[in-house]
Structure formats: C-alpha cells, structure tokens
C-alpha cells in the first residue's frame, strides 16, 4: 500500500508542441497558422503520471527545464514549495520587463509572472497524478466543487477564411469580416456547443463597425449576456463612447483602455461593467486597480497566476472587495480546459460564463475531447483531471514543432499580419 501510494516524483517529460490555429483577429494582429504550447508530465515512484500545459515559446521552455530537473525527488503533494523550488532553480531572463506584453494581449511580462506560468503547469500536472494516486477528482484536492457544471461563452472572433497564402489546416469556418459574419459565427458556435452568452474580441475594425456588430448580436440573441474586449486599443473617450453606445446591452466591457489608470478614467464615466485580462493580472497589480475602482470583474488565467490554488487565493481577494471573477484564456488544449473547469467548480460566486478558445482548437493531447452542452462542462469526478494522454497525438504535434524551423516557435500575432500587410502597425482608436 506504502509503495502505491509513494508521491516522490520518478521523472518529468517536457513535451513543446505545435496545434493549429485558426486566422482569428485581434488587435495585435493575426493569430499564426500554428501555435506553441508545453505539456508537461510528471510521474511518481508508484508509476502514476499526471500533465499540465502551458504556453510553449522558447522562453517558457528554457525556464522549465531546469524545474523539470529540480523536480525529481520531490513530491507531488509538496506544492506550496513548487514556486520557490521555481525562483531558487530557474534563471529568469535579464531583458524581462515590467512593459505591457502587447504580444500575447495578457497584460504585464514581470520576471514573477513569467515564472508562474511555468509553475502552473507542474501544479497541475502534480495535482494531476496526486488525485489519480488518491483516487480523488482535482477539484476535491483543491476544497471540493461547488457546481456540479461550469459556463462557457461562445468567443468569437473576426476572422479571415484562410492564413495568408493559405498556410496551415484548412477548416470550413469562412470569413467574419461584418455584423452578419459575426452573427451567423454565433449562431454555429450556439448549434454545436449550445452557448448562451456572447464575446466579440474587439480592436480590430473601427468602434462603429464593432458597435454593429454587437447590434446585431443583440438583435440576434435577444436577452443573452454579450461582451467586448478590444484588448486596450482605445482611448478613454472612444471607450465612454462605446459604453454610452451598448451601456444597455453590455454584461460588460472588457479592457476598453489599456492600463490601471485608464481603466479608472472610463469607469469614473460610466456604469457599465469592467472587466480584464490586461491590467490585472499579478497579485503586485490588484491593490492600485481596486482602490481606484478601475475594474469590477477580474478574468482570472490559472496559467498567469501561477495555477489552480492561486486562482483561488486571487477568488477570495476579489470577494472581499466585491470584484466579480471569470476566466480568461489563450489559445489552449483540453488539459488547461479541465484545470479551468475544476478550479472554476470550486469557485463560490462565479456570476459570468467563462471564456475559453477551445472551440477554435481542432487539435488535442488527450483521448477524449471535452464536449460542450448548453454551453457548459461537466465536472469531471474521475480521479485527477479525468482526462488521458493521447501520446500518438501527443508525439504527431511534437513531431510538428521539431520539424519547424522556428518560426512558429514562438507566438506573434504581428509578425502573421505583416505577411498579410507588409506595414501592419498595430491600431488604435
Ligand atoms: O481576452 C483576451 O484578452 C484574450 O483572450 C487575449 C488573447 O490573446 C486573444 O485576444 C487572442 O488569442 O487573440
Ligand atoms: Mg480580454
């Protein structure tokens, strides 16, 4: 039974891999035709092996490696350590900056953060092959759920029907390029996976052409809850003019304007609610934010945060000063879509659907791919994650990235756009 049940961490995989990704629009610019991700497995002395993944650019990688080998000889339960195990082994590049990370559209690039992304990864992963080990479901191992399903919205995005000189998977999604492509966008989205509320990704087109958008939605789905995120790309007055525009129709507004201080301008000027992914998004950040009242619902990311009991630890903090809380997401693979779903089980509270990219991922690591219905999860309860590694896809998307040549090694969403618009500059209004 001792033997069963020994915790002590045999060996760590890394595994960087490339999933396709659609032509969907931001304001940075173009999302590539294949993105990198980590997953990350640990194993223990009694053989139980558990993932997690994360972002996978070469600077998340090199500071996973020397985590990886820290790692053997600890245990899996030994998690409050992880993130200093983490600072003491892992040589967080000098040119880290404290500047907004308008790459990846999440907010500030501290030497922290960036570290915690990577921890995040092994949480999960260890809390992974503890509950397979205690036969326990992961959100049990982090207080148990409260919810026995979790919402989802349906993120929609402006798109292009293909990659710039058709490069990468091909799907049959077509063009949102105006309010009706957006429109019947949604109406495919709600067939297949049943969603019943509705986020635009902004700051691609001009406000007007996103203020009809939105409209339309609206007209649309009459009474469902509809947002719009344009990632930062306007300026104070054109966010109170958007709000005063879809004030009656919006659940909220997210990152209208980029920064704590900006936020605070436009929610001075107006009712509607704010959320982000942008300007909250380390711990270091949450004071000035909420004693300025710039934000009122905070997107959580287990990846940024640093895992699944540090979201919880960011919950409470937002329930005592009356924030709301969701959950934002990058693109990502049906590991980080079960962690989000434990934690956000867990979560007392959780009054908006959850963002996931999900269903724009064709791709997966994992045998069975989650399902949406009615727009919502099931709460696994088999032990773990409750999802099972498909190694031959596994080894076919690490096949892809070893045979790059690097230029998808890392995601940039502007560098994709340049080869479609030579001078692209990333706009605002
Ligand atoms: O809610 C958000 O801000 C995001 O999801 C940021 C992402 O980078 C998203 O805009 C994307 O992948 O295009
Ligand atoms: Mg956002």
């Known amino acids: 039974m001792a033997q069963q049940r020994d ?29 990198p991700r980590l997953i990350v497995e640990v194993t223990t002395a009694a053989g139980v092996s558990g993932v997690g993944e994360t972002y996978g650019d070469t600077r998340y990688l090199e500071l996973a490696k020397p985590l990886a080998d820290a790692l053997q000889g600890c245990r899996v339960d030994d998690l409050n350590n992880l993130p200093i195990l983490a600072a003491l082994v892992c040589a967080v590049p000098e040119e880290t900056s404290d500047a907004v990370d308008a790459g990846g559209l999440r907010g500030v690039q501290t030497a922290d953060k960036l570290l915690l992304s990577v921890v995040s990864a092994f949480e999960v992963a260890c809390l992974d092959a503890l ?54 966008q949604a ?40 947002r719009l995120d344009p990632n930062g790309a306007w300026s104070v007055e054109t966010s109170l003019h958007v709000a005063r525009e879809l004030g009656d129709i919006l659940e909220y507004l997210e990152d209208p304007a980029a920064g704590t201080a900006l936020m605070a301008e436009v ?39 640093g895992g699944l009991r540090n979201t919880r630890e960011l919950a409470a903090i937002c329930r005592t000063f009356g924030v709301g809380l969701s959950m934002h997401s990058n693109t990502h693979l049906g590991i980080s879509l079960a962690a989000m779903t434990h934690v956000a089980a867990t979560v007392p509270g ?18 069975r791919r989650h399902e949406f219905r009615g727009g919502r999860l099931n709460v696994s309860d088999a032990p773990g994650l409750g999802v099972e590694l498909d190694r031959a896809a596994l080894d076919a998307l690490h096949r892809r990235w070893l045979e790059d040549d690097g230029t998808f090694h890392e995601r940039d969403d502007a560098a994709a756009m340049r080869k479609a618009e030579p001078g692209w500059v990333t706009r605002r209004w």
């Open 7 to 35: 915790l002590t961490i045999t060996g760590v995989r890394l595994t960087p891999v490339l999933i396709s990704d659609p032509p969907l629009l931001n304001t940075q610019g173009v999302h590539q035709p294949y993105t």
């Open 131 to 184: 509950g397979k080990t205690l036969g326990l479901p992961v959100h049990a191992l982090l207080g148990g759920k409260v919810r026995d399903t979790v919402d989802y919205s349906a993120y929609l995005f402006y798109r292009w029907a293909e990659h710039p000189g058709g490069q990468g998977e091909k799907d049959d999604w077509g063009d949102a390029l105006d309010p009706a492509g957006v429109v019947a």
């Open 187 to 226: 109406r495919r989205l709600v067939r297949e996976h049943g969603f019943t509320s509705f986020k635009l990704k902004g700051g691609v087109f001009a406000p007007e052409q996103e203020i009809a958008a939105v409209r339309a939605l609206a007209a649309a789905f009459p009474e469902q809850p509809l």
């Open 267 to 305: 929610s001075a000027g107006t009712d509607v609610p704010l959320a982000t992914n942008m300007c909250v998004t380390t711990f270091p950040e949450i004071a000035e934010a909420f004693a300025k009242d710039a934000v009122q619902i905070v997107l959580s990311d287990h990846h940024y945060w």
């Open 350 to 367: 959780l009054h908006h659907a959850c963002d996931s990219h999900y269903p724009w991922q064709a791709e997966d690591v994992i045998t």
